[in-house]
């Protein structure tokens, strides 16, 4: 199988969301406008610092 028929039946799974944080308790990590699926593991978190110019 090559890779333009896996892709049409297997997406990538992994997604990107710029999200704001509204709290942190112990290992949960509250936020606001995030667009996964209930679940959905979450692979890394990085800061994002706007930038003004």
Same mark, same amino acid.
């Given at each position: 199988m090559n890779?333009?028929?896996s892709s049409a039946h297997r997406?990538?799974?992994i997604g990107l969301?710029?999200?704001e944080v509204v709290d942190i308790f @112990?290992?949960?990590i509250?936020?606001?406008r995030i667009d996964m699926?209930?679940?959905t593991p979450v692979l @890394?978190?990085?800061p994002?610092?706007?930038i003004q110019s």
């Open positions: 890779k333009e028929e997406p990538n799974p969301s710029v999200l @112990d290992n949960v509250k936020v606001r699926f209930d679940g @890394d978190i990085k994002y610092i706007e």
